[in-house]
């Protein structure tokens, strides 16, 4: 693997608040039919507080950008979703986005329109998943939970759509969220869930000022290990600082296993050789002891009892990032690992409502997540805590409970005592 030096060096030079330097973002927006400005058109950076409308001539601009990569998304109601990820600080010039207009056939029937019933039967399970069940998801709305439409398919899976962005109120963190939902599925045979959408966060300390300083020590609590604070740490090979260690789960061969099938097979042909009377010429194992040594019956036993155990065990390996991380550019940090990774951060204990999730979880102390790199392929990862493609990346344990919208914070977001 390539080390992340380049990246390293690059952020301590101009220090960490200094990497949120900004930027400006200028551009257009299109119809792609006509070729006409469209006004009105939100224009945002994903999952950061950062958008504005086009005006009348489609033109708009975004203004103090933090230094990095970002996903740049402009939607508007009747016209395909336009995504892109840019870095402000080499664009040059304006920006040209084309929307595409929906298609609508004539005559089109939908076989399986949405169950108008729909939030009745799940919008309990939609809540649960989108808002999560952590103890502040409570202090977390759905503003127009009428706009969500739900169907169940014949596979028995079930699809979410919304007609317009979700409005989320997250009295706990101080965020008005528009959620532009692009697709919602979830499997009723397996449990698994996949979703996918982007985000514009509102600084609800704008229009309270009063309770300004309560939502910045929720956000700071709330960052503190996250999975951002992980990416943003794993960026600047920063993580044992931070709190964290990553661990190998990759499987290694059983080593009593395989010493107990080797001393049962040895036993064996001992037994049946002609050497069994001749002791002058008796075998011995690794350890220097004879193998007659080993035919009482309590070692038998227990080599017999060994060969049950599994015929492979976790590592558990200590590791850094630099083993599984490197720079792909001046800006871009990867990770990847053929095998699953552990995730502890030793800073918070795990909350109570969590280890009451399962058994599992009741004897861990700390907050301990796993990566699993599904499609076999590296996650490439920006200073903001952003990472890409998600879908390369399945997550469990801890973070797979607590990241959800009532715990996110915009990747914008900086903590007031950054940790040096």
Same mark, same amino acid.
């Given at each position: 693997?390539?080390?992340?030096?380049?990246?390293?060096?690059?952020?301590?030079?101009?220090?960490?608040?200094?990497?949120?330097?900004?930027?400006?973002?200028?551009?257009?927006?299109?119809?792609?039919? /006509?070729?006409?400005?469209? $006004? @009105?058109? &939100?224009?945002?950076?994903?999952?950061? %507080? *950062?958008?504005?409308? #086009?005006?009348?001539?489609?033109?708009?601009?975004?203004?103090?950008?933090?230094?990095?990569?970002?996903?740049?998304?402009?939607?508007?109601?009747?016209?395909?979703?336009? /995504?892109?990820?840019?870095? $402000? @600080?080499? &664009?040059?010039?304006?920006?040209?986005? %084309? *929307?595409?207009?929906? #298609?609508?056939?004539?005559?089109?029937?939908?076989?399986?329109?949405?169950?108008?019933?729909?939030?009745?039967?799940?919008g309990k399970l939609f809540r649960d998943i989108f808002l999560g069940t952590t103890p502040r998801s409570v202090d977390c709305y759905l503003d127009n939970p009428e706009v969500i439409k739900f169907r169940l398919n014949a596979d028995n899976t079930l699809t979410v759509t919304a007609t317009k962005p979700i409005v989320i109120k997250n009295y706990w963190l101080g965020y008005r969220i528009q959620y532009k939902l692009e697709d919602f599925e979830y499997d009723f045979n397996t449990g698994v869930v996949s979703y996918q959408g982007y985000a514009l966060f509102s600084d609800l300390s704008l229009t309270h000022p009063a309770k300004a300083a309560r939502y910045e020590q929720e956000r700071a609590k709330a960052y503190q290990g996250s999975l951002m604070e992980f990416m943003r740490a794993f960026y600047v090979n920063q993580l044992q600082a931070g709190g964290f260690e990553i661990r190998s789960l990759k499987k290694i061969y059983n080593p009593e296993k395989q010493r107990a099938k080797k001393m049962l097979e040895e036993i064996e042909k001992y037994k049946a050789s002609s050497v069994a009377s001749d002791s002058t010429l008796e075998p011995t194992d690794e350890f220097g002891m004879t193998l007659r040594s080993h035919f009482n019956a309590d070692s038998i036993r227990n080599f017999k009892k060994q060969m049950l155990e599994p015929d492979s065990v976790v590592s558990n390996q200590l590791i850094d990032a630099d083993s599984v991380g490197f720079a792909v550019d001046s800006s871009t940090a990867a990770m990847y690992s053929p095998d699953s990774l552990q995730i502890a951060y030793e800073l918070k204990m795990e909350p109570a409502k969590y280890k009451a999730i399962s058994k599992k979880y009741k004897e861990e102390r700390f907050q301990i997540s796993q990566f699993v790199f599904g499609h076999q392929k590296a996650v490439l990862i920006l200073n903001s805590g952003y990472y890409y493609s998600p879908e390369d990346l399945k997550i469990t344990g801890y973070w797979a409970w607590w990241e959800n919208m009532a715990t996110k914070l915009p990747y914008d977001y900086v903590p007031s005592n950054p940790r040096e």
């Amino acid at each position: 693997m390539k080390k992340m030096v380049p990246i390293i060096f690059a952020l301590m030079a101009m220090g960490y608040q200094d990497a949120f330097s900004q930027f400006v973002l200028r551009g257009k927006v299109l119809n792609a039919d /006509s070729q006409k400005p469209l $006004p @009105a058109v &939100s224009v945002y950076l994903n999952n950061t %507080s *950062l958008g504005t409308l #086009s005006d009348e001539q489609g033109l708009f601009s975004l203004n103090n950008i933090p230094r990095g990569k970002f996903r740049l998304i402009a939607t508007s109601v009747g016209f395909e979703t336009w /995504s892109e990820l840019v870095n $402000p @600080a080499d &664009s040059k010039g304006t920006i040209l986005i %084309s *929307l595409v207009p929906k #298609s609508l056939q004539l005559g089109e029937v939908d076989v399986n329109p949405p169950d108008p019933n729909g939030w009745a039967k799940w919008g309990k399970l939609f809540r649960d998943i989108f808002l999560g069940t952590t103890p502040r998801s409570v202090d977390c709305y759905l503003d127009n939970p009428e706009v969500i439409k739900f169907r169940l398919n014949a596979d028995n899976t079930l699809t979410v759509t919304a007609t317009k962005p979700i409005v989320i109120k997250n009295y706990w963190l101080g965020y008005r969220i528009q959620y532009k939902l692009e697709d919602f599925e979830y499997d009723f045979n397996t449990g698994v869930v996949s979703y996918q959408g982007y985000a514009l966060f509102s600084d609800l300390s704008l229009t309270h000022p009063a309770k300004a300083a309560r939502y910045e020590q929720e956000r700071a609590k709330a960052y503190q290990g996250s999975l951002m604070e992980f990416m943003r740490a794993f960026y600047v090979n920063q993580l044992q600082a931070g709190g964290f260690e990553i661990r190998s789960l990759k499987k290694i061969y059983n080593p009593e296993k395989q010493r107990a099938k080797k001393m049962l097979e040895e036993i064996e042909k001992y037994k049946a050789s002609s050497v069994a009377s001749d002791s002058t010429l008796e075998p011995t194992d690794e350890f220097g002891m004879t193998l007659r040594s080993h035919f009482n019956a309590d070692s038998i036993r227990n080599f017999k009892k060994q060969m049950l155990e599994p015929d492979s065990v976790v590592s558990n390996q200590l590791i850094d990032a630099d083993s599984v991380g490197f720079a792909v550019d001046s800006s871009t940090a990867a990770m990847y690992s053929p095998d699953s990774l552990q995730i502890a951060y030793e800073l918070k204990m795990e909350p109570a409502k969590y280890k009451a999730i399962s058994k599992k979880y009741k004897e861990e102390r700390f907050q301990i997540s796993q990566f699993v790199f599904g499609h076999q392929k590296a996650v490439l990862i920006l200073n903001s805590g952003y990472y890409y493609s998600p879908e390369d990346l399945k997550i469990t344990g801890y973070w797979a409970w607590w990241e959800n919208m009532a715990t996110k914070l915009p990747y914008d977001y900086v903590p007031s005592n950054p940790r040096e």
